[in-house]
């Protein structure tokens, strides 16, 4: 009973500094925050913080990494078939959305810039790229600098599209290329056909 209760606190502990460091973030580059203020922010003692973490910089990855986890957890689950990506892509981008507010600052300026690298191993596992060749990572990296674009565009409207709209764009992006894409973007009634 005693070890539930402690992890328990434990979790809590770093919820709350997980919270406080994304508030934080809102209004400051991840540079400008010490542990100070984010123990402040939290309600935490700085030793506890030091207990769970080396740094704000440690505690930004394992935020990242807990998105990252997510995100492999979705793409494991959905099984192959004939429109895998692009329901693989909706149930991302609802994650996505759910976790607005998150994304929006880990995707910011005060953002930390490993998030990018994040995306990429994730679009790198979406149109399973086993090449490690030079000009696959340029495609990869292309892909990437879209994907991240468009998710910021879309989760900064207040009024919105549907993941599942936006999954449709995607899933033409990835498959058919730009310029069918541009072609299909004024028409939403043959985006639903594809």
């Known amino acids: 009973m005693k070890n539930e209760k402690e992890d328990r606190r434990l979790k809590m502990t770093r919820r709350l500094l997980k919270d406080a460091l994304v508030e934080l973030m809102k209004t400051r580059s991840i540079h400008e925050i010490s542990v100070k203020k984010l123990c402040e922010t939290a309600d935490v003692n700085r030793s ?3 207990r769970h973490y080396e740094s704000q910089y440690d505690l930004c990855q394992e935020i990242l990494d807990d998105v990252s986890a997510e995100i492999y957890v979705l793409i494991e689950r959905r099984p192959a078939g004939p429109n895998r990506l692009r ?26 810039l490993n998030i990018g690298e994040m995306f990429s191993k994730i ?59 541009m072609l299909l973007a004024g028409r939403d009634d043959l985006l639903d056909s594809m």
Not at 90 to 112: A, P, Q
Not at 158 to 179: C, Q, T, W, Y
């Open 87 to 112: 329901l693989l892509l909706t149930d991302i981008l609802t994650y996505l959305e759910e976790e607005r507010e998150l994304i929006l600052v880990l995707l910011s300026k005060n953002g930390n």
């Open 48 to 50: 506890t913080f030091y």
């Open 123 to 181: 679009v790198g596992r979406l149109i399973q790229e086993d090449e490690t060749t030079e000009m696959a990572a340029y495609c990869t990296q292309f892909i990437t600098a879209g994907v991240t674009s468009i998710v910021w565009l879309w989760l900064n409207k207040e009024d919105r599209r549907s993941p599942k709209d936006i999954a449709m764009l995607m899933n033409v992006l990835f498959l058919h290329g730009v310029k069918k894409a």
